[in-house]
């Protein structure tokens, strides 16, 4: 074989290689974020009929949650999906970006807390979340949104939004790599 066809071959070699690594992080990423337990076993309550409804992206395990988004405090249940984005790019090998998007219930003291704690302006517009996500987003619901939370919650290393009808105590999220506290 010559030089020549060493190199368009190394350079396959070398895509199909940051492919494969870009897909097993993601799915460590994804997977790795708590115990997901699986289809039709029970979930935590030990409901098999609860998650058969549930899409199979959907998830209830509170932890990967509570560790990225301390400042939600001691809410009371959350539906959430993680997706790994541009994941059917092949062209551009490199680190994987993953999106957490979810519907969070808070406890009295925390809607309490963070209505008290931030100031909330009216959103212009309705809490962007994965289809799947729809159903469980309350309608009629009055949103707000509050940068100093956002800036709490991010410290500015990521992007995420956060809408909130902390009346009804449902706060709903939308970040891009949010990072493990604590």
Do not use: I
């Not at 199979?56 to 988004?69: I, K």
């Not at 490199?94 to 969070?104: E, F, H, L």
């Not at 309490?112 to 962007?128: I, K, M, T």
């Amino acid at each position: 074989m010559s030089s020549g066809a060493a190199g368009p071959l190394r350079r396959l070699s070398t895509a199909r290689l940051a492919t494969a690594v870009t897909a097993a992080v993601a799915a460590l990423v994804l997977t790795g974020c708590g115990e997901q337990p699986r289809p039709g076993s029970p979930d935590r309550t030990g409901d098999s009929a609860a998650r058969a409804d549930r899409p199979e992206g959907l998830r209830e395990d509170e932890e990967p949650v509570r560790a990225r988004f301390p400042e939600f405090g001691d809410f009371t249940s959350v539906v959430w999906e993680g997706e790994v984005l541009g994941a059917n790019d092949r062209s551009v090998p490199g680190p994987t970006d993953v999106r957490m998007a979810g519907v969070v219930h808070l406890a009295d003291a925390d809607a309490r807390r963070l209505r008290e704690g931030y100031s909330w302006q009216a959103a212009s517009v309705r809490p962007r979340v994965p289809k799947d996500l729809l159903p469980h987003v309350p309608d009629g619901a009055h949103w707000r949104t509050s940068d100093g939370f956002t800036r709490a919650v991010t410290g500015d290393r990521y992007p995420a939004t956060f809408h909130a009808d902390l009346e009804r105590r449902v706060l709903v999220f939308e970040a891009v790599n949010p990072q493990r506290k604590g």
